[in-house]
Every structure is written in C-alpha cells, then in structure tokens.
C-alpha cells in the first residue's frame, strides 16, 4: 500500500524523521549527564516507545491513566503519569501496579499526600509520589520555597504505605518564548526550582532521588541541568508547526502529517477544500502568536515539501478544510482529487483524532510506500 | 453505576433534554410541512439515531463514509453522504449501496459530475446524487444562477449510471448570526438558492425531487420553506454553549455535558484545574466572538446547573482544565475531587474524543445514574 491508496484523511509517520528526531534528543539528554524519560502523551503509541526507549533506561512519562495500562499492558515497568492524582483514582494506579510496574503519581497537595498515605493503607499497597514545583508557569505545582512543599515530604515520607520518589517541575511556559535567549532563561528557572526543592527536602534528610524537568524547548536548550537526574520531554519526536516556530525543530524535521485530497473548487473565490478540516486537524491556533501564522496547518505536496509561498489552511468546518489559492499555486495544479499533506499546529491534538499511524520510511523507502501500520491508545 | 462513579472526563448524556431537543425539531419540521432527514455527524450513535428518527421517514445525513458504513450497518437504508464526493470514494460508496442502502453523494463541479458517470459505467453501479448549492456562505457549492449548476445537472440527467437526486443547500453562515432576524435572512437565502436551482433544473425538463436545506438555527428560524422537501439539521439534538448564545437553545437544553473532577488547587493564584484539558474539551473557541464568552467551557455542578457568576474554563492544557474562581465560588466549596459537569463550546468537536456516552436521565430518573452506554462511531 502506498499513501496515495490512503484513505483521507489519515495520519502519516515518516519513520526516518522520527529517529532522527529521538537521536537529537537522546544527545541532549547524555550533554547534559541526565536520564531521558520519553514523555508519549503526543504519540500514544508502543511502537514509538519502543524506538524512544533505546540506549535508554526505560522509564516513560504519560498523561492519562488509560496510557499507563496500555504501555504497562506492553512490557513497560516504570511509568511516571504526569497529572496530579486525585484519590478516587489510587485504585486504578494499584490495579496497574499489580501488574509488576511501577507507576510514580504527582501531588502538589497537602491534602491530597494524605488521601494517598490513608489509600495506601487501606488497600495495603505502596504507592510512589513526586512532588510536583512551579516553577513560573503558575499551572499545577507548589512554590520549591513554600511550607506546603515540605509539609507534603514529610508526609509521604512517613507514610508507611507511601513513598517520595522526588520532585519534578514542568516549564510550559517555554511555549509563550520567542527567543533561545528566553527558553534558555525559563530552562533554567524549571532546573532551579526542582534543585531547590530537592535540597529543601534532603535538609529534611530525607531521600530525594528524582528530580525531573521537562518540556521539549526546555530540554533542547538548556545551557546546564546541573542537579537535575531526568527530562521527560513528549513533542520532540513528532515535532510540530509551533515547535517549528519557536526553534525547536526545522519544519523538515516533522514527522507526522495528515493526508487529505483536495474536494472541491472555487476557482473563482481563489480557493479550494480540503477533505481535513476541525475534526482531521483540530481547533488548535498555537502558530496565531507567533510571527508566522499557518492558520490550521502548512500545506505541502504529498513528497513532504511546503507549497510556496506558505499555502496554508485558513479556515476548518467539522470535515472541510479550506485553503486559499495564490498566483505561485494556482487551481489547477491542484485539481480535485489532488493529494496533499498538512502539518499541524500542535500534533499532540491533532493525532488524538486518529486510532493509528500509517508508516512511512523516507530514508530506507520512497516515503510513500506503507511499511507499518500502528495503533495509538486514546481517550481516558 | 452513578456519575459520580464513572472515570474522569466522561462524556454524559441526559436522555429526558434528547427527546425534548429532538420532539422540538420535529415540530420544526412539521410546521414547515418538510422531512426532517437528521444530520448525524454531532451524535455518531445509532441510539441517538433511533430516538431522532422515531416519526420520520428513516432517512439520515452523516459527515464521513466511516458514519455511512456503520449506519447502515445498523440497518439505516437511505444517507446522505453531506462532504464533497471525490471520485476515489466512489468505489467505497458502491460497496455500502451492495449492502442494500441508498448512499446519496453531493458535488459541485462539472468535473466531478463527469467521474461519477464514468466510475458508475466502469463499476456498472447507479450513484445517487446531490448539487449542491452556494447559498451565501462561500465553503462549497455552485450558485444556484450559475451555468455550472445546470451542466452538473445535465450530465448526472444524461449519465445511464448516475441519478440526479435533487439539491441542497447548507446555510453554515447562519452561525455568523447575532439575532433571530439575521437567522430568518439566512434561512431564506438557504431556502431561496435551493428552490431556485430546483425550480431552474426542472425548467429544462429534468425532474429534481429533492431539494434539501438545513442548520439547526435556520431550520428553528426559517419564517418559511416553500419550495423545500427536507432539512437536515444536526447539533439541534445536543446543543451546545455556541448554539445557546446565538438562540437555537437554553443553556437548560444542553443534553450533553463532561464529567470532569478537580485535581489541584491554586487557592493563592483564586484558580483550581480540572482533569477536562483541550483533550476532553477541544481547542472550540467559538462563543469568543459572541457576546457572553465562557472559555472552553461553562462549570456546573453534578446537578447540571451552572455555577454562578457563569465559573467557566478559562485556559486549558492537553489533560488540565483551568478555572478562575470567583467570590461566589470559593476554593473551599471545590476541593480536590469534587465532580462538575462542564458545558462544552461545540459539541461536535467535544464529542469526537469520546467512545461513547453515558446516558442518564433527569426525567425518568434522578439525572445522576447511569441507564445505558451508547457508543460512537469516530474517526474516518
């Protein structure tokens, strides 16, 4: 199968980019003298784990519960789920536990490190916290010099039934940054804020073996982590159009794209839809404030390069995408049934949309015949 | 099993609103003395076909050949395929038409016209289909006074494999409405540009039974639809915050809402999260441009009422939801692990992230227990 047999619209993985992408990353992470603990909320995918996972320690990051028992299901055995537990959720996470894995869950709570201590008592079960910093971005997280942070050490920690696996701080706000002055100056505040609270706790004498940062900016371009022992960056693999826009990669670099047809004409109104709109690209706007705005995605021919001069989707419907024609592109280079490939603003969304990947390989392959099909675990 | 039992974020359906949505279109349809053939890409469910359809003459509109297939599975018999055909698909078309259904395509080019009645010789397989008109909005469409109209009508007439249905038209700018009399102006243009191309069809003595209109606001507004044989309105079932602010519905109507839970609180920062992110939610930001703006969501209790003064998603993450409290809402009355229900912007969008429904039912129950899973069918 190639991808012209492709159903529209589908999503593409070019292989060759994709390990690219990971080796970039894993240098990052052996520079800086630190572990690398893939973050696969973006791929949801054990086949892309597994090439993340290589020359590495194998522990992962994942957002929701569901990845946790699909890569537990497939052989993984240390899975940091990286947003705040609740307690009605402990019972899920013990499930996935007696499995033989270990899933390390987050607090920046005082009441919820108590839940967790009582929880574990009552079903007799370990449960393995990170306390998780703010380190700026003002999301999730207690201040690294708060009473609170300390408070919620010294329970876990004389918890018989709960145990301090360390801190751990995430720098989204590297988003908002439109310089590698900037991302290294909030790289350094994520680093700072973890190192703090680690050596708050330790003062405590109290062990603290992790300390986590991550966000793929951050992890790229950080000039020092020292203190730190593990970023856990997600997006690098793929790559996206924003990450494109804030230095983190080369729009060359991005390995996923979605694969439409061109479904009908407006010659005279200067442009044309696509069979990719909201539901195939989704709502995201991440490259509207930054200064190059792709709208919903960048246009590019089905061998991967870009249309000239930035053909772009300026408009989704439910199932349309619509894109507006210039004198570089004219209608009918673009007939109906035309095959195209876009890159989204932010590929975490957009590839929730879609049950699998279909694998292409432009290194070892054309980048157009299908060489593997592999499935992602959505939802919750 | 109860809702406060299901996992977080959970998708909830409240049967008692459906039927009530879904009896007011009817009455809709009734008045305008048209068939209400209902759109099914917002609900995806043959359940939530079933109720739409009890009174009607059993035919649907769907958005994706993927909702085609699994309808007709179920033993639907006449859809409307409501996308640009593109000839590729036709192949796909042909092989639901051989499972008994009638799978009616629309198309806006002469081109296209063309391949169907080519493809139809090769395969030997009779397609049904539809022209569909331009009635203001500017997405897809010829005008109904365009030359193009009447050739695409002409060569479907003359085609020994291609029968022409009718017309239709989709008046989407009616979202762009701020007012019921803006809502009636569309409405009439929907229905003016589709009888029109009718009217100019038949002219030259070939017979257009169909002539097909719809959007939930036009078809509640439409002051008339003389002329008119169907509407194929589609969000009117759930409803949703944007359908609230532009007067297809109350926010008392909205059927479908997420279950979500809070996860951390920022009680210094006077904001707490939520486990519905841009994930569980969508990225939908349409009420931005309305008069009463609620985020990426409105907050309401497990009740379903609104928590005053309208507490409302503000930002979201991939798997955190972000509200700003407010004096009326104080940190303590929410604490981590309290269950909300949250009103999404577009329900369309929200819907596609979840498998299924849970349904419960404010009339014939007390509104939190669960009565029924209903699946969804998402995806291309």
Redesign the interface.
């Known amino acids: 199968m190639r991808i012209t047999d492709l159903?529209?619209?589908?999503l593409v993985l070019d292989r060759a980019k994709l390990v690219r992408n990971i080796q970039r990353m894993a240098e990052a992470a052996r520079r800086h003298g630190v572990a690398l603990r893939p973050h696969l909320?973006t791929s949801k995918s054990i086949d892309v784990a597994r090439l993340a996972l290589e020359g590495q320690a194998g522990g992962i990051a994942v957002?929701?519960?569901k990845e946790a028992e699909y890569f537990v299901r497939h052989g993984i055995a240390d899975v940091h789920y990286a947003?705040?537990?609740?307690?009605?959720k402990l019972e899920?996470v013990a499930a996935i536990q007696n499995r033989g894995a270990r899933v390390t869950v987050i607090t920046?709570?005082v009441?919820?490190a108590r839940?967790i201590d009582a929880k574990g008592q009552e079903l007799d079960h370990t449960f393995h916290v990170l306390i998780e910093i703010d380190c700026g971005e003002?999301?999730?997280g207690v201040y690294a010099d708060s009473p609170e942070m300390l408070k919620i050490a010294e329970l876990i920690d004389r918890s018989p039934k709960a145990a301090l696996a360390g801190v751990m701080s995430h720098a989204?706000h590297s988003y908002g940054c439109r310089s590698l002055a900037e991302i290294e100056e909030v790289a350094e505040a994520e680093r700072a804020a973890a190192v703090t609270a680690a050596e708050r706790i330790r003062m405590l004498e109290i062990a603290c073996p992790t300390v986590s940062v991550g966000s793929t900016p951050t992890a790229l371009h950080a000039r020092g982590l020292e203190g730190v022992t593990e970023m856990r960056p997600g997006v690098y693999m793929f790559g996206d159009m924003f990450q494109a826009q804030i230095g983190s990669c080369a729009v060359s670099d991005l390995a996923v794209s979605v694969i439409t047809?061109?479904?009908?004409?407006?010659a005279p109104?200067g442009r044309l839809?696509i069979?990719a709109g909201?539901?195939?690209l989704?709502?995201?706007?991440s490259t509207q404030d930054t200064p190059n705005d792709i709208g919903f995605g960048l246009v590019a021919g089905l061998d991967g390069r870009p249309l000239a001069p930035q053909l772009h989707v300026g408009k989704v419907?439910?199932?349309?995408g619509?894109i507006v024609l210039t004198e570089d592109t004219p209608a009918d280079s673009l007939?109906?049934?035309a095959r195209l490939r876009v890159y989204p603003n932010h590929i975490?969304?957009t590839g929730?949309?879609?049950?699998e990947y279909y694998v292409v390989d432009s290194e070892h392959g054309d980048g157009e015949e299908i060489v593997a099909v592999w499935p992602r675990t959505?939802?919750?």
Chains 1, 2 share one sequence.
């Open positions: 159903p529209t619209p589908s909320k957002s929701t519960l947003v705040s537990i609740v307690p009605d899920r920046d709570s009441e919820v839940a003002g999301r999730s989204g047809e061109v479904i009908s004409h407006r109104l839809l069979d909201a539901l195939a989704s709502k995201d706007r419907y439910q199932e349309h619509q007939p109906v049934g975490c969304m929730a949309m879609y049950g959505n939802g919750w």
